[in-house]
């Protein structure tokens, strides 16, 4: 089953066409990867997808109409609510997804973000991973069918990197579709099911890891990458 | 929706400028110009024009640099791909601010009444409440409009100082504006601020029909903020 399709999506900034007539799905129990450069699209595809964005032509439509209480989206950047701590955002965006979480259902939720003891912190005083952390705790509050996070471990260093790597893994144990967007080749290499390469607003080439590798006769994602956004 | 109005009036009582602005300037202010005046007549004056000037600092230029920086971190962005609707959102959170902006005026006037001996009955408390939250309700949705207008919080600084001057200057909260021109006084006629003073003064010594001109009045200024605050939500 598709969770999202997005037919023919285009999308245009400033008289520029950055989305090129795509069409894309996401099905159910995938970990999904948008792969690209920065500024090929990636963002404003997953805007799009959730509605964040109207397309200027092409359609997305949804596996249910209530979706939006089973997608939890962490952006490039969440948006904490200043002045508030950790542990009262993850209550806030429980409210959002109208999700009362317990204090017991919180500290379970802090300690799966490795932030037990950061509960009490002001959210926008936590460093960078665990920022990034806490986006996806605030992200899953509600338990979402399908999660998307849009660069997730963006600007990370490599033990952090690891630490988002084991919750995205996690999700999926959890049964849980996920879409990420990365340019990181390791990362996807270690999480996806089906990648989707974007360059110049369009899809230059998707499917499962070990098939397009074999398909564009080239020996590791890192090279798929190098040959997919260099020739288009 | 109650998680969102008790963390949003938990964050608003943490908030530095609310204690300075709203709180402790209107009360030393309260106190030193009642004393060093000393006229019976004036100290109604100072306190009521204490008190609105604390709900307009926290209802309108407060909340419009916390808007302003919700706006730029993407709340709003966020707020679509959650299940809850935007009008609803909002009014949890006015809602908290519009409660702060009243406990405030009423901390002044308790302080007010003790120190100068102003009677207050429960009719006057109540219609005075009725007007501190009207004009509240009106100041947070202007908000709401003005920092759709802002892009910094250079741009907010004097946008909110450009509305709040003329509004505290041209209105009789801290000054008798009886000798100024007819000019001046057409313009205090306009003013939605110096209709919150009337409000209140005629609140306080039980006026009923000079109070209920000002609701009146107040009704309208919240209307037209209200829809000033929905066209620039529906245009962001």
New interface residues.
């Given amino acids: 089953m598709n969770l999202i399709e997005g037919k023919k999506l285009v999308k245009n900034f400033n008289n520029k066409q950055v989305i090129q007539g795509i069409d894309l799905e996401i099905k159910q129990g995938e970990i999904l990867a948008l792969i690209g450069p920065n500024g090929v699209g990636k963002s404003t595809t997953i805007a799009m997808l959730?509605?964040?964005l109207a397309p200027d032509s092409g359609s997305v439509s949804y596996w249910r109409d209530?979706y939006?209480?089973h997608?939890g989206?962490q952006?490039q950047?969440?948006?904490?609510?200043?002045?508030?701590s950790a542990k009262?955002n993850l209550?806030?965006f429980?409210?959002?997804?109208?999700t009362?979480l317990s204090d017991k259902q919180i500290d379970q939720k802090l300690a799966d973000c490795h932030l037990e003891d950061a509960g009490k912190t002001p959210a926008v005083k936590l460093s960078i991973g665990q920022q990034k952390r806490l986006a996806i705790g605030v992200t899953t509050v509600h338990h979402p069918e399908l999660v998307v996070l849009d660069e997730p471990t963006a600007g990370l260093d490599p033990r952090s990197r690891h630490e988002i790597k084991a919750m995205i893994d996690c999700l999926a144990d959890n049964n849980q579709t996920v879409l990420f967007s990365s340019h990181d080749m390791e990362e996807v290499e270690k999480l996806a099911d089906r990648l989707i390469f974007m360059n110049h607003g369009k899809i230059v080439d998707q499917g499962q890891p070990g098939a397009l590798i074999k398909k564009n006769q080239v020996k590791n994602l890192e090279m798929l990458y190098l040959k997919l956004t260099e020739t288009n | 929706?109650n998680?969102?109005f008790d963390?949003s009036l938990?964050?608003a009582a943490?908030?530095p400028f609310l204690l300075f602005w709203s709180i402790l300037m209107p009360i030393g202010g309260t106190l030193i110009l009642g004393f060093l005046v000393g006229k019976p007549d004036y100290f109604i004056k100072i306190t009521t024009g204490m008190m609105a000037m604390g709900i307009l600092f926290y209802a309108f230029t407060t909340t419009v640099f916390?808007l302003l920086?919700?706006r730029r971190?993407?709340?709003y962005?966020?707020?679509?791909?959650?299940?809850?609707p935007l009008p609803r959102?909002i009014m949890s959170v006015s809602g908290a601010w519009i409660l702060v902006s009243l406990i405030c005026a009423l901390l002044v006037l308790t302080v007010g009444a003790v120190c100068f001996d102003i009677a207050l009955t429960i009719a006057s408390l109540v219609m005075i409440a009725i007007v501190c939250i009207l004009a509240a309700m009106g100041y947070v949705f202007l908000s709401f409009f003005v920092s759709g207008l802002c892009k910094t919080e250079a741009q907010a600084s004097i946008a909110t100082n450009l509305i709040t001057m003329p509004l505290l200057l041209g209105s009789e909260a801290f000054y008798a504006l009886d000798a100024a021109p007819g000019w001046v006084k057409m313009i205090v006629l306009m003013n939605p601020f110096q209709w919150l003073l009337n409000g209140l003064r005629s609140g306080i010594s039980g006026n009923s029909q000079d109070w209920a001109v000002s609701v009146a009045v107040l009704v309208i200024f919240l209307g037209v903020a209200l829809f000033l605050a929905v066209a620039s939500l529906k245009s962001s």
């Fill in positions: 959730l509605g964040i209530d939006k209480a997608i989206a952006l950047s969440t948006p904490f609510f200043e002045g508030y009262e209550r806030l429980g409210a959002l997804y109208h009362n | 929706m998680t969102i963390l938990k964050a943490r908030e916390s920086g919700q971190r993407g709340v962005q966020l707020l679509k791909v959650t299940p809850l959102y």
